[in-house]
């Protein structure tokens, strides 16, 4: 677990106003995960060099959620 400063959680809690209850912060249209291929294509699209700069990968886990 990792500690969210106050300024991270209002923009979650922003995100949360657009996006409404969905259940990931990150989601395609059906809200479901998005894939890393995706996740690379919408970094690269900001200008993000995905292969030099910044690594798209995420564990399986971050994805998929254990149900709560």
């Avoid at 990792?2 to 209002?10: C, F, G, I, N, T």
């Avoid at 699209?45 to 994805?63: M, N, Q, R, S, Y």
């Amino acid at each position: 677990m990792v500690p969210l400063s106050r300024q991270v959680l209002a923009i979650l809690q922003r995100v949360q106003q657009i996006n409404g209850d969905r259940r990931y912060v990150f989601a395609c249209a059906k809200d479901a995960p998005l894939s890393n291929a995706t996740l690379c294509h919408r970094l690269r699209a900001f200008g993000i060099d995905t292969k030099t700069e910044h690594c798209a990968w995420l564990p399986h886990d971050v994805l998929n959620p254990l149900p709560s």
